[in-house]
């Protein structure tokens, strides 16, 4: 026979597919996981566990029916991780800019490059760059661009320098966040949160890849067809050429002249010189000013379920742990009332989840070891709504990366999140202070983009930009609070980055101060 505990426990385990949350993941690989109240335990439940594990007499013991959070907090990165796991710039999560690319490709009826900075660059660069010739062999490098009736060889430099730019990115975040609990009736109640953010993205500077790396920017001296460069810089260097039996592209036996060389130096003065990236930018119809700017953030509900079972309730305690199983069930959805990304500026950011509703659910279980700590653990899912987006920029290329020129009117249907979470909470450790650790797993799957209009469906390459709207965030939360009366708490919380795949490594200071009653 099953004993009544054993029972209870066994109810708690079935239920282990509910679940209890205090936050819900976002699209914003910037801020993935929002938190917005630094104190554990969001469904109000501390003063019932006291009863039920025998620290509060019933004379004593108050129903909770309300709570307030007010939470200030503090966010920041300057470095995040691609999808190979590899610590770059905020600007470079989906590969370092290609500037020459912007050329490559091809483009919109009505485009005219001609007399505008990527016209000019385009003609200086590839008349001293490229020799059109009959027959030859072939390059993987290099693809065919076909602009009216002439045919161009195009390069592109397997090692991500040469025609590319870095792009250095402070980022910050900071706002005041509120949480309204409510617990009108036994084990039931909802929860709303709201907020008002900043968001900060300071530019230093462009960094040319190729200086970077130690090829160093060539010039062209008077007369104009003479060009000098340092030892080993030549572009030939560094960029596969056809063999001698075929094109002879680069004079590799001359590694300070050639057309080669002269190519490099008419890409950095061309190209990659900050004050004609500045034109260029202009020109394909974006901002790179820094962006600074304040929004309200999404309005995010929950209602949520949750029961507390006491096991060895009545057992000798000298014998058997007093244990109290909660499992919990959430269901949340979030209104998108924070500012939406404005394409048009190089680095803005959204504030929320980009203009996209979500519903979700969540589900755990809680083991709280009266005398010790309490061990925790539950997933979720968040799924976003599609909506109609204009002027959001696509490749036409296979060499575009970081950057594109052209944009166009879109519908997204953006990839559901997942997300784990495992925590441990030391209630009371010491006097009326408590704290508590938890890991947090996100994961985002790839949106999924259609055109508007289908007879782009040649010219853009959908499925490059899919690729890159995926990204994976794990981090630690951790707190200390203190309980300045029965009703009153303050807490401290830092959220630190662990590991990520096309996300930034953000790490977040909060400070809560929460009433209840």
């Known amino acids: 026979m099953i004993s009544k505990s054993g029972r209870r426990l066994l109810t708690a385990v079935v239920l282990l597919m509910s ?19 630094a104190i554990y335990d969001p469904q109000m439940t501390t003063w019932e566990k006291e009863y039920l594990a025998g620290f509060r007499d019933c004379n004593c ?30 600007g470079d ?12 490709g091809p483009r919109p009826a009505g485009t005219n490059f001609v007399n505008t900075p990527l016209g000019l660059a385009e003609n200086s660069v590839f008349s001293n760059f490229f020799v059109e010739q009959n027959g030859g062999i072939p390059n993987p490098n290099i693809e065919l661009l076909t602009t009216g009736n002439t045919a161009t060889y195009l390069l592109d430099d397997p090692l991500h320098q040469i025609g590319y730019v870095e792009v250095p990115i402070h980022y910050r975040k900071m706002g005041t966040r509120f949480q309204f609990g409510f617990h009108p ?6 929860t709303v949160q709201v907020g008002v953010s900043e968001i900060r ?34 572009f030939c260097n560094l960029i596969p050429t056809f063999t001698t039996t075929g094109y002879l592209v680069c004079d590799q036996s001359s590694p300070t002249t050639g057309d080669c060389t002269a190519a490099f130096c008419e890409i950095e003065q061309n190209l990659i010189d900050p004050a004609v990236l500045h034109t260029i930018f202009d020109q394909i119809g974006l901002d790179d000013c820094n962006f600074e700017e304040t929004s309200f953030e999404d309005v995010r509900l929950f209602v949520w379920w949750r029961h507390i079972f006491p096991v060895n309730d009545g057992r000798d305690n000298c014998c058997w742990p007093g244990v109290l199983v909660v499992p919990s069930l959430e269901i949340n959805g979030v209104i998108p009332t924070a500012k939406n990304r404005d394409r048009k500026k190089l680095f803005a950011l959204p504030f929320g989840n980009d203009g996209f509703g979500s519903i979700g ?3 755990g279980l809680a083991l709280d070891f009266v005398e010790t700590v309490e061990i925790s653990f539950h997933a979720g899912m968040s799924h976003f709504f599609g909506r109609d987006i204009n002027n959001y920029r696509l490749p036409t290329s296979d060499y575009q990366s970081g950057i594109f020129p052209f944009a166009t009117a879109v519908h997204v249907n953006p990839g559901n999140n997942f997300n784990f979470n495992a925590a441990l909470w030391a209630y009371r450790f010491y006097d009326h202070f408590s704290a508590w650790a938890e890991w947090v797993y996100v ?5 999924s983009i259609t055109l508007k209009d289908s007879s782009l469906n040649s010219l853009f390459l959908v499925r490059n930009a899919e690729c890159t709207t995926k990204f994976i965030s794990q981090f630690v939360n951790g707190s200390i ?16 980055p662990v590991s990520q795949r096309n996300a930034y490594r953000s790490t977040t200071w909060m400070g809560t101060f929460r009433a209840q009653f």
């Open 19 to 37: 679940i209890r949350s205090y936050a819900v993941s976002s699209l914003a690989n910037n801020d993935p996981y929002p938190v917005y109240s």
């Open 361 to 363: 659910f969540d589900a």
């Open 481 to 496: 609070s203190y309980e300045v009366s029965p009703n009153i708490t303050i807490a401290l919380m830092g959220q630190f």
């Open 93 to 104: 999560l989906t590969g370092r800019w290609n500037i020459l690319a912007l050329l490559y």
């Open 185 to 190: 009736f036994t084990d039931f109640g909802f």
């Open 443 to 447: 994961k985002h799957e790839e949106d």
């Open 201 to 234: 993205q300071t530019v230093t500077g462009f960094i040319d890849a190729a200086v970077a790396a130690n090829v160093a920017p060539c010039s062209i001296e008077p007369p104009a067809d003479t060009v000098t460069c340092p030892p080993n810089t030549n």
């Open 61 to 90: 013991y108050d129903y909770e029916w309300f709570e307030f959070d007010a939470s200030v907090f503090f966010q920041k990165a300057q470095t995040g991780r691609n999808f190979a796991h590899e610590r770059v710039f905020l």
